[in-house]
């Protein structure tokens, strides 16, 4: 949808038509839109990050290149 509009212009209503869920359900887990922006982000942003951590264990070793490749 950001793809499509401005933010601002973005309501409730779109949103949930979109996930194919009821505008109630959206209000039971987010305050509003920008409680839903802000937890998505924060959502991506600890994806991105634990897919950024070097792991190493006894029969496999992840490399830090390829970790960053899976996230594109």
Same mark, same amino acid.
């Given at each position: 949808?950001?793809? %499509?509009? =401005? #933010? /601002? +212009?973005i @309501?409730? =209503? %779109? !949103?949930s038509?979109?996930?194919n869920v009821? $505008?109630g @359900? !959206?209000? *039971?887990h987010y @305050?509003?839109?920008?409680d839903l *922006?802000?937890?998505? !982000?924060?959502?991506?942003? $600890? =994806?991105? +990050? /634990? &897919?950024?951590v #070097?792991k190493?264990d &006894? /029969? =496999? /070793? #992840?490399? @830090?290149k390829e &970790?960053? *490749? &899976?996230i !594109?």
């Open positions: 949808m950001l793809a %499509e509009k =401005n #933010f /601002e +212009q @309501t409730i =209503n %779109e !949103i038509y979109i996930a009821n $505008r @359900t !959206i209000y *039971l @305050t509003d839109k920008y *922006l802000d937890k998505a !982000i924060d959502d991506h942003l $600890r =994806n991105l +990050q /634990e &897919s950024c #070097f190493k &006894s /029969e =496999n /070793e #992840f490399d @830090t &970790s960053l *490749l &899976s !594109i």
